[in-house]
């Protein structure tokens, strides 16, 4: 792993919320299953779940918002050459139409 | 269902909490090592990220879920609010003549008594069971029923006697003759299982004293 490319140096703090948000719709699934009581039922069923829906979410977010910068990244590095190309194509052209 | 306990702890887990429990330890594990490491993020951890953040927790919610809703059958849990305390004695008292204690001290009703006689019945009983309950859990929570002339917990609405004649068809072959009699007006919730005169009230009358 250690070859691969890092898109961040560090984690975004996004994810760190991501990953709080989901260690504690964790902890609430647990208080449930360890004390079984109403309230930890219910509490586990829909706000734990929906904190972890948001947890889930916040993550998704951070790799599509990455996937998106690294598409523009490399559709702009693809452009460059051409570009590049492009003005020496100009350049030499206006060569050939120098007056004889 | 199976039910394991954790050594060194009172507390009783389903075998599926049991999966519940290891799924999200996992992932918290990691989570907690990725929230101190705090390691570049490559395309490797976002995949470990993915298991950590989405595939496990969902999995262990899932599984926690039926875990917890068949967890909510027993009599346990019914009994976990303390205004049940007084008819969960008498379900389970082995002197007790109640109707709810006849049933509830059979072997196969014993676990889930509660759930057995006051689950709706229907495909969808068990759905519209649990969204009644959490009216019960409302009314347990915002009333004050240490209060001495609190009015008993009682049903919002008429016991279903399907829950009685399911098992014990009026007019089944060798059924008693007084069930056969009264068929018809049972039918019609003209009369019930538990009127004065036939069964009686199924629970004996509730006690503020045991909940105090």
Redesign the interface.
Known sequence: MSGERATHARPPRLLKVACLLTLTSLALICWAILHPVPLAVIAAMSIGQGIGAIGAALFAWVVLRDLRSSLRSGLAKRAAPTDAEGEADQGAGAGSETPK | MARCSLRASP?E??AL?FV??VL?AL??VF??W??VR?????????FQ??F???AL??T??LI??V??LE??KTV??CG??HVMTSHVHDLQAPDSRSLASLHGRLQEYAEEACYNCHADYGMYGGVTTKLG??RH?WD??TGDWERPDHAAPALYKPFDLRRCTACHDPLRKGAPLEHQVHAEKLRTLEISCASAGCHGPPHPPWSPAVVR
Not at chain 2, 38 to 46: A, E, H, I, R, Y
């Open positions: 507390v887990v389903s909490g519940a429990l999200s992932s918290a989570i907690v990725f929230l705090s390691p570049p993020l490559t395309v490797g951890k976002k990220l993915f950590a953040l989405f927790p969902t262990a919610a926690g879920n875990g917890n967890t909510t346990h849990f976990s609010c309950g959490m859990v347990f929570y």
